[in-house]
């Protein structure tokens, strides 16, 4: 069955409010652990990480209300984000085939811009980004194939 969950981005300081959100919500990470990004395995053409950035948070969960996941991310600039208030949060959108995902891509980038086009990602999900017509950013995750 799909989700909705929200996607914050932050700086440097994605640990530091994840560990204040679980003392406001209660429970524990989703997969009981915080992914960094010296997870992240080496690909072609890719540069590496930053040793300054390997530790940061590349991928957060934290279940909160009725269902609702909060999700989150360090975002730093030496990988190319420039964070903005209003540019950090995200709709992700989890929707149980690349069929749905696609089709909800599609309608939601009509008219705005896509920022990363959907791909399968190292991590298991076809992923894609955009902002849409109004200005809201949404993010697709697709773990089925």
């Known amino acids: ?5 929200t996607y914050l ?6 640990e530091e409010a994840f560990n204040f959100y679980k003392t406001v919500f209660g429970g524990e990470f989703n997969s009981g652990k915080i992914n960094r990004f010296r997870d992240i395995p080496p690909s ?5 990480v930053a ?6 948070v590349m991928h957060v969960e934290l279940p909160i209300l009725g269902g609702h996941v909060l ?10 984000f420039t964070l903005n208030k209003g540019n950090n949060v995200f709709i992700n959108l989890e929707p149980d085939t690349k069929a749905e995902t696609k089709r909800l891509f599609d309608a939601l980038s009509r008219g705005g811009k896509v920022t990363m086009d959907l791909q399968d990602m ?3 999900a ?5 902002v ?14």
């Open 132 to 145: 849409d017509q109004y200005g809201v950013q949404w993010m697709f995750n697709c773990s089925q194939k």
């Open 9 to 14: 981005n932050f700086s440097r300081n994605t």
């Open 122 to 124: 190292f991590w298991g």
């Open 71 to 80: 999700m989150g991310t360090d975002a730093p600039e030496s990988m190319g």
């Open 126 to 130: 076809y992923y894609g980004s955009c």
């Open 51 to 56: 040793e300054q950035d390997k530790n940061l």
């Open 44 to 48: 072609e053409g890719a540069p590496p």
């Open 1 to 5: 069955m799909g989700r909705v969950s």
